[in-house]
């Protein structure tokens, strides 16, 4: 087990080098950049907004404010979850953990105003997206803290709960993609609105487990439950691998159906695909971290995808 330690110790430190050894050709400032787009969570925001992207193309629904109030909520609860977790977070991401301690201020502040501004928009789609807006930070507060605000009664929080953490991360992104843009368009749920929320339900889940992955040994020290805490990380490997198709399932079915486009199913597929191959992965690559930054990109190679699509069409 030491020497196992001492290997993951070396490959971080590789790791590390050879970034900084990137960011040495770039002009001054380019590593600073980087750590502040990833740390604080701003990437997230980036591809959250893509995967709004994907839903108004799979639904046909017209541009709207809806990706930007996506973004900058998913930022504010993310930074939000950051600083209550850094602690926790210095075992498993001391990078991430020291940077957040560094500016913790600042972050504070950016997140709040971020999820003023997405309330703020939120009024143009009417009172259900304002609900659907401020969705995710309720569930934040149920997943993770302790508390009720304005009770003072102390409750276990949901991150700690078995499969309740990873399910309810899903329901509160899986809801806000899927609903918000169509909120902002006036539309009404039908059959392809439930396919593509049960999608986004299925890959939130799995791009939530992988990256528990990476913070087995953390979540064993304060008690958090997760599927490779639970099974182990081979067994999570299977586990996700098996949701992955599941979803390729799903897809494949609602083609059949006639409730979603082959053109349109193609970027799905794609990024699936791509989320296979990360899968596949768990338990075998060491730079764990990494593996969870590679699966939070699929949305992205999704959204490339059918980038491509619509122009070819």
Not at 279 to 284: A, V
């Amino acid at each position: 087990m030491a020497r196992k330690n001492h290997a993951l110790s070396d490959e971080g430190s590789m790791t590390t080098a050879l970034r900084n050894a990137l960011f040495a050709r770039f002009p001054a400032g380019t590593g600073r950049y980087w750590n502040v787009l990833v740390y604080s969570s701003a990437y997230l925001s980036l591809i959250a907004m893509a995967e709004v992207v994907i839903v108004s193309a799979l639904l046909s629904l017209p541009p709207s404010p809806a990706a930007v109030v996506v973004g900058l909520v998913v930022f504010a609860v993310y930074t939000n979850d950051r600083l209550a977790d850094v602690d926790t977070d210095a075992v498993s991401n001391p990078e991430q953990a020291a940077f957040v301690r560094r500016y913790r201020d600042e972050l504070y502040v950016l997140a709040s105003i971020a999820y003023g501004l997405a309330v703020a928009l939120s009024v143009i789609g009417g009172p259900i997206a304002l609900a659907i807006t401020l969705l995710p930070g309720v569930f934040w507060v149920c997943y993770a803290t302790d508390w009720i605000p304005g009770t003072g009664v102390h409750v276990r929080r949901l991150k700690d709960v078995f499969l309740v953490n990873t399910i309810v991360v899903a329901f509160a992104w899986a809801t806000t993609l899927t609903f918000l843009p169509l909120a902002f368009a006036d539309g009404t749920v039908t059959i392809p609105t439930l396919i593509v929320f049960a999608y986004f339900f299925l890959r939130v889940f799995t791009n939530t487990e992988i990256p528990n992955v990476r913070d087995i040994d953390g979540d064993r020290e304060i008690g958090v439950l997760t599927i490779p805490v639970m099974f182990g990380v081979e067994r999570t490997r299977q586990i996700l691998t098996g949701i992955d198709l599941c979803t390729v399932g799903l897809v494949v079915a609602a083609v059949h159906i006639g409730y979603l486009s082959a053109l349109l199913a193609f970027p799905l597929l794609v990024g699936i695909s791509y989320s296979l191959g990360v899968t596949s992965l768990i338990g075998r690559y060491e730079n764990e971290r990494l593996l969870a930054k590679a699966a939070e990109c699929e949305y992205l190679v999704a959204f490339v995808a059918l980038t491509f699509v619509v122009l070819l069409s």
